[in-house]
């Protein structure tokens, strides 16, 4: 992968000129190289940051060069000095070197004999002692540094007129300016200075630049080409001149500037093109590959609310690199078309750009008031004025396009707007599999420019899921928990489950076999209230599902049978089978009754076997609920008696965990932790209809120690509960199913 950044650098040659500027750049140069006049001119050349301003001076200079050395010009850079002094100081001695370099050295070489040989000693001394290519007389001079309170340097063509200088240092500065015009006339030298990016500078340098020309634009034979935003100087240097205003500095500017030129916009449609071979440039380093469907989303989305704002090649350049840091980073990580839009809105729209990042909800989250399911016109509201705020200075048509933008990448905004369902975003589930910026799960990947801990890559998800059917099932056990671990089980599961849909028989037998073995990767969480939204529910329903919906209908049976067999740990095999169950309402059943029953007994059998030293509802206590009542109803209830009464006689203290059996765990989002509730005369029922319970009875007041005829009332003590006042509690029940001749107390609330 190569890298893909442009400089914003500007352009020389004519084969680069994509905006048809080299035409124009060419006139003006004609127009410099045509003049027969000896004036000085200054043109002004006016456009705003990014037009390509640079770039036209460059095709001025290419045009001046065959010119040369007759037509001297040179870019005086005004970035590189603190301040105003030593910015005029550099000026006259960049213009005096210049001028120096363009006579032939054996013209110089005379002319200092001349010189030499008229002055003598004095001039040969200063010679010696010179550091530059120009020096200041210091009487004259001096005077004009005190009058305007800055330095100034007298300039000449070459060595020449350094000896000039200092040869006539007590001479009017007209009568030396005239001497040195009059060597530039004679030797036919024309002079062109450029300077550019003068909007760029402080308010105070650019003072100095506009004194600067104005204190040598009438030098003859000197032409000055200035480059800047027109508007942005007009400000900066109105603050000194007339009401103070703009409109003062546009008037002094009048003053300074002789042909003032604006810059050619730019073409759309070039601008377009030119805009799209970067984000085409970029795609390619990245080795991203659009598909025709996502290349017309694109196009489409970034035309219809994106365009209105390229108004300059620096935008598209910005947008071009833009990209090409944000896709390497995020290949394979999230969608292409709204990453390529988000970072244009990042671009074209940097005010909403920071909105959308910082206040996520109004973006992804709903409009629909949580209680009422009204529609929440409080935060519509809030939305509609932080997004006036943010776009009060945008045009009637760039707010409407900056609507469409957000809308496009939103669609939880068309309720702001009042639009219609906007049907083409798709549903929650197909947005997640698309990996949109508008699904919480893939948001704030499009900020971070990574798969931010916790979440999962893409990347490594497809490549887990292209090749889990590839082979021996057990070999992709390790791999699957490595990826589960490097993320979060809630995370892995929901990424999995909206995918659930799109997988085939084999994948989703693959899948099963290889989940099935992984139940400890999913945790319980049991104090949430809904604890089928846990990791360990979710995986479990996710493996039924897959086993209802996705595998071949004579793979089914034998599959959850491998499942019962198989799963790891036992807990998660019952949670899987429990959920390939027949719902109530559910019309057609997965299995028939005696398959049902099969599969249950396995469940049985398999429960046994991994609690051979303890009773079943000892090791699994909650699965027991089901499996104690299908052995009574289903299969052999005396055989289950026996059972119970073995491991019983063996250890009187497994009756607790038997009634905590038809009691159930009790999930409430009043009490932080799950707990076993009050023994009900409904658990007692049950009890009676499955196991003996004269002998549990039995059992009880062995483990209690006390005449349990005794007990006649019944404490509730809900999560307070004990095993104690649970197994009183079965007794009441018991004492008043046996002889409802006895009076009992009120229950005790």
Same mark, same amino acid.
């Given at each position: 992968?190569?890298?893909?950044?442009?400089?914003?650098?500007?352009?020389?040659?004519?084969?680069?000129?994509? /905006?048809?500027?080299?035409?124009?750049?060419?006139?003006?140069?004609?127009?410099?190289?045509?003049?027969?006049?000896?004036?000085?001119?200054?043109?002004? +050349?006016?456009?705003?940051?990014?037009?390509?301003?640079?770039?036209?001076?460059?095709?001025?200079? #290419?045009?001046?060069?065959?010119?040369?050395?007759?037509?001297?010009?040179?870019?005086?850079?005004?970035?590189?000095?603190?301040?105003?002094?030593?910015?005029?100081?550099?000026?006259?001695?960049?213009?005096?070197?210049?001028?120096?370099?363009?006579?032939?050295?054996?013209?110089?070489?005379?002319?200092?004999?001349?010189?030499?040989?008229?002055?003598?000693?004095?001039?040969?001394?200063?010679?010696?002692?010179?550091?530059?290519?120009?020096?200041?007389?210091?009487?004259?001079?001096?005077?004009?540094?005190?009058?305007? @309170?800055?330095?100034?340097?007298?300039?000449?063509?070459?060595?020449?007129?350094?000896?000039? @200088?200092?040869?006539?240092? =007590?001479?009017?500065?007209?009568?030396?300016?005239?001497?040195?015009?009059?060597?530039?006339?004679?030797?036919?030298?024309?002079?062109?200075? /450029?300077?550019?990016?003068?909007?760029?500078?402080?308010?105070?340098?650019?003072?100095?630049?506009?004194?600067?020309?104005?204190?040598?634009?009438?030098?003859?034979?000197?032409?000055?080409?200035?480059?800047?935003?027109?508007?942005?100087?007009?400000?900066?240097?109105?603050?000194?001149?007339?009401? @103070?205003?703009?409109?003062?500095?546009?008037?002094?500017?009048?003053?300074?500037?002789?042909?003032?030129?604006?810059?050619?916009?730019?073409?759309?449609?070039?601008?377009?093109?030119?805009?799209?071979?970067?984000?085409?440039?970029?795609?390619?380093?990245?080795?991203?590959? +659009?598909?025709?469907?996502?290349?017309?989303?694109?196009?489409?989305?970034?035309?219809?609310?994106?365009?209105?704002?390229?108004?300059?090649?620096?935008?598209?350049?910005?947008?071009?690199?833009?990209?090409?840091?944000?896709?390497?980073?995020?290949?394979?990580?999230?969608?292409?078309?709204?990453?390529?839009?988000?970072?244009?809105?990042?671009?074209?729209?940097?005010?909403?750009?920071?909105?959308?990042?910082?206040?996520?909800?109004?973006?992804?989250?709903?409009?629909?008031?949580?209680?009422?399911?009204?529609?929440?016109?409080?935060?519509?509201?809030?939305?509609?004025?932080?997004?006036?705020?943010?776009?009060?200075?945008?045009?009637?048509?760039?707010?409407?396009?900056?609507?469409?933008?957000? =809308?496009?990448?939103?669609?939880?905004?068309?309720?702001?707007?009042?639009?219609?369902?906007?049907?083409?975003?798709?549903?929650?589930?197909?947005?997640?599999? #698309?990996?949109?910026?508008?699904?919480?799960?893939?948001?704030?990947?499009?900020?971070?420019?990574?798969?931010?801990?916790?979440?999962?890559?893409?990347?490594?998800?497809?490549?887990?899921?292209?090749?889990?059917?590839?082979?021996?099932?057990?070999?992709?056990?390790?791999?699957?928990?490595?990826?589960?671990?490097?993320?979060?089980?809630?995370?892995?599961?929901?990424?999995?489950?909206?995918?659930?849909?799109?997988?085939?028989?084999?994948?989703?037998?693959?899948?099963?076999?290889?989940?099935?073995?992984?139940?400890?990767?999913?945790?319980?969480?049991? =104090?949430?209230?809904?604890?089928?939204?846990?990791?360990?529910?979710?995986?479990?329903?996710?493996?039924?599902?897959?086993?209802?919906?996705?595998?071949?209908?004579?793979?089914?049976?034998?599959?959850?049978?491998?499942?019962?067999?198989?799963?790891?740990?036992?807990?998660?095999?019952?949670?899987?089978?429990?959920?390939?169950?027949?719902?109530?309402?559910?019309?057609?059943?997965?299995?028939?009754?005696?398959?049902?029953?099969? +599969?249950?007994?396995?469940?049985?059998?398999?429960?046994?076997?991994?609690?051979?030293?303890?009773?079943?509802?000892e090791s699994f206590t909650f699965q027991s609920k089901y499996m104690l009542n299908v052995w009574a109803v289903d299969f052999d209830k005396h055989d289950l008696t026996e059972y119970v009464k073995q491991h019983l006689d063996a250890n009187n203290k497994s009756v607790v965990p038997l009634l905590k059996v038809f009691v159930g765990f009790i999930h409430s989002s009043a009490h932080p932790n799950p707990y076993y509730g009050d023994f009900q005369k409904n658990s007692y029922d049950w009890l009676v209809q499955i196991l003996d319970v004269n002998f549990i009875y039995e059992k009880v007041g062995q483990v209690l120690g006390i005449d349990l005829s005794?007990?006649?009332?019944?404490?509730?003590?809900?999560?307070? #509960?004990?095993?104690?006042?649970?197994?009183?509690?079965?007794?009441?029940?018991?004492?008043?199913?046996?002889?409802?001749?006895?009076?009992?107390?009120?229950?005790?609330?």
């Amino acid at each position: 992968m190569e890298e893909n950044f442009l400089a914003d650098k500007p352009i020389s040659e004519e084969k680069d000129d994509k /905006f048809q500027r080299y035409k124009f750049s060419k006139r003006i140069a004609e127009t410099i190289l045509n003049r027969t006049s000896s004036d000085s001119i200054v043109i002004g +050349l006016y456009g705003a940051w990014g037009e390509g301003k640079t770039s036209v001076l460059n095709f001025i200079r #290419q045009e001046l060069k065959p010119h040369h050395p007759d037509v001297i010009h040179f870019t005086f850079n005004p970035w590189r000095f603190t301040d105003e002094a030593a910015l005029l100081t550099s000026f006259f001695n960049t213009l005096a070197g210049e001028i120096k370099n363009s006579f032939k050295e054996t013209e110089v070489a005379n002319e200092k004999a001349n010189l030499l040989q008229r002055k003598g000693k004095e001039i040969s001394e200063w010679w010696d002692k010179k550091k530059g290519p120009l020096k200041t007389p210091s009487e004259t001079i001096g005077e004009f540094i005190q009058e305007y @309170g800055k330095v100034v340097s007298i300039f000449g063509a070459g060595e020449a007129a350094e000896a000039v @200088g200092k040869a006539i240092s =007590n001479v009017d500065i007209e009568k030396l300016k005239g001497r040195i015009e009059k060597l530039l006339a004679d030797n036919k030298k024309r002079i062109v200075i /450029f300077i550019d990016d003068i909007d760029r500078l402080e308010k105070s340098e650019i003072h100095a630049i506009f004194r600067l020309v104005k204190l040598t634009g009438d030098f003859a034979y000197t032409t000055y080409l200035l480059s800047f935003d027109e508007n942005m100087v007009s400000s900066a240097i109105g603050e000194r001149f007339g009401t @103070g205003d703009q409109k003062a500095g546009l008037n002094f500017l009048e003053k300074i500037i002789q042909i003032p030129i604006k810059l050619p916009l730019a073409q759309k449609a070039a601008l377009k093109n030119y805009c799209f071979k970067l984000v085409e440039q970029s795609l390619n380093s990245s080795e991203i590959v +659009l598909t025709d469907e996502e290349g017309q989303e694109f196009v489409r989305k970034f035309t219809s609310n994106f365009l209105i704002r390229l108004a300059t090649p620096r935008l598209a350049v910005r947008y071009g690199n833009t990209l090409s840091f944000s896709l390497p980073l995020l290949k394979g990580e999230v969608n292409y078309v709204d990453l390529l839009l988000i970072e244009a809105i990042r671009v074209f729209y940097p005010e909403l750009y920071d909105f959308v990042r910082y206040q996520p909800d109004y973006f992804i989250g709903t409009y629909d008031d949580i209680y009422s399911r009204h529609t929440d016109n409080e935060k519509i509201d809030k939305f509609k004025k932080l997004f006036d705020e943010f776009t009060k200075n945008y045009s009637p048509d760039e707010t409407a396009d900056s609507k469409g933008a957000i =809308n496009d990448l939103f669609p939880n905004t068309d309720k702001v707007w009042g639009n219609s369902w906007n049907w083409s975003s798709g549903t929650p589930e197909s947005r997640y599999n #698309q990996k949109r910026i508008s699904t919480s799960q893939y948001f704030n990947r499009y900020f971070s420019y990574t798969v931010i801990e916790g979440d999962i890559s893409d990347i490594a998800f497809t490549n887990l899921l292209d090749n889990i059917a590839q082979g021996d099932y057990k070999e992709k056990i390790e791999p699957t928990k490595n990826l589960i671990q490097s993320a979060t089980p809630d995370n892995f599961i929901e990424k999995i489950r909206f995918k659930e849909k799109t997988f085939d028989s084999i994948t989703s037998i693959a899948l099963v076999k290889v989940f099935s073995q992984l139940g400890d990767c999913f945790p319980e969480k049991g =104090n949430s209230f809904y604890s089928w939204f846990t990791p360990n529910s979710q995986a479990a329903i996710f493996l039924a599902q897959l086993i209802r919906n996705q595998v071949e209908e004579e793979e089914k049976f034998g599959l959850l049978e491998w499942v019962i067999d198989n799963a790891v740990p036992f807990e998660f095999a019952y949670q899987i089978f429990n959920y390939c169950r027949n719902d109530k309402d559910e019309p057609k059943k997965l299995f028939t009754d005696e398959q049902y029953k099969e +599969l249950a007994g396995k469940l049985i059998a398999r429960a046994k076997l991994l609690s051979p030293d303890k009773p079943i509802w000892e090791s699994f206590t909650f699965q027991s609920k089901y499996m104690l009542n299908v052995w009574a109803v289903d299969f052999d209830k005396h055989d289950l008696t026996e059972y119970v009464k073995q491991h019983l006689d063996a250890n009187n203290k497994s009756v607790v965990p038997l009634l905590k059996v038809f009691v159930g765990f009790i999930h409430s989002s009043a009490h932080p932790n799950p707990y076993y509730g009050d023994f009900q005369k409904n658990s007692y029922d049950w009890l009676v209809q499955i196991l003996d319970v004269n002998f549990i009875y039995e059992k009880v007041g062995q483990v209690l120690g006390i005449d349990l005829s005794t007990i006649d009332n019944y404490e509730h003590l809900e999560h307070k #509960q004990t095993d104690e006042n649970m197994m009183k509690q079965f007794a009441y029940w018991h004492n008043k199913n046996t002889n409802d001749t006895i009076p009992y107390a009120e229950v005790v609330e």
